[in-house]
């Protein structure tokens, strides 16, 4: 479903030595894998992300979406991509305050070309059990709740690819678990999924574990024979083994 | 319009429920100019349509007004003014063959008028038999006094509607008798109500009596304030106006170079005034009105970049599901708009009701005006899109992955 070849990224800070974010990156993801993208912060997972998403340009290589080179599109076909394939999860939510849980929701389906909306918002907070939240605004809602507004925004269109950047860094460990569960059953349901964390008890939720390592792909294991990913990434098991 | 453009519209008068406090302080802004543009043209077009009714019915295009005393239009005489008769004046119209009308005035202001039981104060006008056609005014109820009365300085009075409606109530007033000082007069007509003229004077709280009556028995003077004449082919007015200068300096034995010692007005200096004015109404009142609308542009426009730069995250939120740079822009430009045209909307029925009780107030008739709410709904949505204009394009251009951050 995804290529990447030989993608690069630098940014150029004024007063500074350029930062090389992705180096040679180059990764194939097929559809329905739930992918742990790991790596310490500056390794460059968050702007693999925003490669990923659409969201940031690679300066150099190849970006290819079932066969398509999206990454030359132009800003308005990346968006309506994004608005139709993607769906974004952040680890601060990012849900409009003051605004209900519903409205939130439907936010992407504002920037859709979709004749009839109607119903798909409230379809989307009951597949992450808010049916009964609809009406609450963000400040009325728990952490985890919150972030589950947001994963049925990002829901909502019914894309094919789902991005989640540190979706339980701010939530505690209660929260976190009802979330991964909801990406067990999204993934079980066949969507592809890419989780950005730091955490490896998270990325032991995934088939397949990819380490970022100053922008470069260092390792990428997948789960086979009984052995999760996690086990057949040392450098995972040893952070386990530490903590 | 594109699907979601009709839903950005929706979406924009959410943000005015979601920012409220901004909302309220932009629409306050383009709330505050559009009313005092609205009032200042509606106003401005009531007085403009008075006065130049007052114009044309006490100044038509073929008249000229000789008033004793130099340099200004209105007013009593000025000390060192001439004297002019009526003898005089006559004597100098049989040598203007183009004046085909005329009627002297000599006249009284604040006098006391009393009838059985009521008081109150008038205009007194003494004017010949020829007032109505001269003047333009008409008798609506009795009959105007005739050359007799005038020739034999009969006590008889044509009062206003104000006047009327202050002596006599309800009442009818024909026949009755009231008192000018201490003569007493019979009121013989009604004049037809005429409202307030250019000057804010009401024409109604006015009685016209025969010239030589208010001369004789009530001022003991021999002398007229002024007179209309009205000349026969209005493209020889100025020059009717010249020769009777000529012979008015002539008999006021006048050195060249002496000012004049009474002034003469024609329908071209009339033009200059009404000119004046208009300038005054309809440039230069609206320009100090759209000052306020400038500031409030500015302050709409400082408010809505403070909130492209707090809704950071928003906008690269919006982004990531989809949003295009157009559809940012589009979002902050119609979040002001809607805003400032809400504003506008207000101020329009605000500066309309004002301009109502300023009518009703200064009696200056009809305000309504349609320049008056295209000007203010036009000037409320420029605002709003020129303040909205920088904001808009400040947001369009953040960079998604930045705007995220």
């Known amino acids: ?243 | 319009m594109s699907r979601t453009t009709a839903r950005l519209v929706a979406h924009s008068f959410k943000a005015l429920n979601r920012f409220r406090f901004r909302s309220a302080v932009l629409m306050l802004g383009s709330l505050v100019g559009v009313t005092a543009l609205t009032l200042v043209v509606s106003v401005g077009k009531g007085a403009e349509r008075k006065m130049l009714a007052t114009v044309r019915q006490l100044f038509g295009g073929s008249s000229i007004l000789l008033v004793t005393g130099g340099g200004r239009i209105i007013g009593g005489p000025r000390p060192g003014a001439a004297r002019l008769t009526l003898d005089e004046v006559a004597g100098l119209v049989r040598q203007l063959p183009e004046v085909e009308a005329w009627d002297p005035q000599q006249g009284l202001t604040g006098e006391p008028v009393r009838a059985a039981g009521a008081t109150t104060t008038a205009r007194i006008l003494g004017e010949s038999e020829r007032f109505e056609r001269v003047w333009n005014r008409s008798v609506v109820q009795g009959e105007p006094f005739d050359a007799a009365a005038v020739a034999g300085s009969a006590r008889v009075a044509l009062i206003g509607a104000t006047v009327a409606r202050d002596l006599f109530g309800t009442e009818d007033p024909l026949g009755a008798e009231i008192q000018i000082g201490s003569v007493r007069f019979r009121v013989v007509g009604l004049l037809e109500p005429f409202g307030t003229d250019a000057h804010g004077m009401d024409r109604d709280a006015e009685i016209i009596v025969p010239l030589t009556t208010l001369q004789r028995r009530v001022m003991n003077v021999d002398t007229i304030s002024g007179a209309k004449l009205l000349v026969r082919d209005p493209a020889r007015v100025e020059g009717t106006a010249k020769a009777l200068k000529a012979l008015l300096r002539e008999r006021h034995a006048l050195a060249p170079g002496q000012p004049d010692d009474f002034t003469l007005i024609t329908a071209t200096q009339v033009q200059k005034m009404v000119g004046k004015v208009q300038r005054v109404l309809f440039v230069f009142l609206p320009l100090v009105a759209a000052v306020s609308l400038v500031v409030g542009c500015v302050v709409a426009a400082s408010l809505m970049l403070a909130s492209v730069s707090a809704r950071v995250g928003e906008i690269g939120l919006r982004r990531a599901v989809g949003a295009r740079p157009w559809d940012v822009q589009l979002q902050f430009l119609l979040e002001t708009a809607v805003t400032s045209l809400g504003g506008g909307v207000l101020g329009l029925v605000a500066g309309l009701g004002l301009a109502q009780w300023a009518a009703i107030r200064f009696t200056l008739g009809g305000v309504f005006s349609w320049q008056a709410i295209l000007l203010g709904l036009g000037a409320s949505a420029l605002t709003g899109l020129l303040a909205g204009v920088a904001p808009a394009r400040r947001a369009a251009r953040l960079a998604p992955a930045d705007a995220l951050r």
Not at chain 1, 64 to 88: H, K, M, P, T, Y
Not at chain 1, 143 to 170: K, S, Y
Not at chain 1, 178 to 183: L, N, V
């Open chain 1, 1 to 243: 479903m995804i290529e990447l070849e030989g993608i690069e990224r630098t940014y150029h800070r004024p007063g500074g030595a350029p930062v090389r974010a992705l180096r040679e990156i180059s990764l194939r993801i097929e559809r329905g894998e739930f992918l742990a993208v790991v790596g310490a912060s500056g390794s460059g997972k968050s702007t693999l992300m925003n490669v990923l998403g659409l969201l940031d340009r690679p300066d150099a290589g190849r970006y290819r979406l079932d066969g398509e080179d999206v990454s030359q599109l132009g800003i308005d076909a990346q968006a309506r991509l994004r608005n139709r394939r993607i769906g974004f999860v952040f680890q601060s939510f990012h849900l409009l305050p003051r605004t209900s849980a519903l409205e939130n929701v439907e936010l992407p389906l504002l920037y859709s070309d979709r004749a009839s909306i109607a119903g798909l918002g409230r379809r989307a907070l009951e597949a992450v059990g808010l049916a009964d939240r609809v009406d609450h605004k963000p400040s009325e809602l728990s952490g985890g709740q919150q972030q589950r507004v947001a994963i049925a925004r990002a829901l909502v269109n019914e894309p094919d690819l789902l991005l989640a950047d540190e979706p339980t860094g701010n939530l505690d460990e209660q929260a976190a678990g009802e979330i991964m569960d909801i990406f067990h059953t999204l993934h079980a349901a066949g969507r592809t999924i890419v989780l950005v964390t730091h955490d490896p008890d998270l990325a032991a939720h995934c088939d397949r574990i990819c380490r970022l390592e100053m922008g470069r792909l260092i390792s990428d294991h997948r789960r086979a024979d009984g052995r999760t990913a996690a086990q057949a990434e040392p450098a995972l098991l040893d952070a386990q083994e530490g903590a």
